[in-house]
């Protein structure tokens, strides 16, 4: 089990950006997939990026596609989502995730991640 911090939400302005990290407790952190997802209010939980363990190859949902970056430090153990021309369609709580059952290919769905962070709020005004 892995457990997971993330920091760096915020309250920002439509086209503006933000930078989240997520630091894992995790040792061997490139044992883990790492992924984000977020979930806005009245809505389910849905993926937004992953990586892979080395870094090396990295998936994004559609709606975040051309405006999102993922990336990892393993020498540090954290994860960073680097956000930019936010929409107020971003507004959402961003969890970090981390999929320890060394699997080939990055997941998308919820249940293929077994620890989750506490969130941190994304707000975008218009």
């Known amino acids: 089990q892995v457990q997971l911090v993330e920091s760096g939400g915020g309250l920002v302005q439509a086209g503006g950006s933000l930078r989240l990290s997520c630091a894992a407790s995790?040792?061997?952190?490139?044992?883990?997939?790492m992924a984000w997802f977020r979930q806005a209010p009245g809505k389910e939980r849905e993926f937004v990026a992953g990586?892979?363990?080395?870094?090396?190859?990295?998936v994004y949902s559609d709606p975040v596609k051309g405006r999102f970056t993922i990336s990892r430090d393993n020498a540090k153990n954290t994860g960073n989502l680097q956000m930019n021309s936010l929409k107020p369609e971003d507004t959402a709580v961003y969890y970090c995730?981390?999929?320890?059952?060394?699997?080939?290919?990055?997941?998308?769905?919820?249940?293929?991640?077994?620890?989750w962070g506490q969130g941190t709020q994304v707000t975008v005004s218009s």
């Open positions: 995730a981390a999929d320890s059952r060394l699997r080939a290919v990055i997941q998308t769905s919820i249940q293929a991640y077994d620890d």
């Open positions: 995790a040792r061997p952190f490139t044992a883990y997939i």
């Open positions: 990586i892979s363990r080395n870094g090396g190859s990295t």
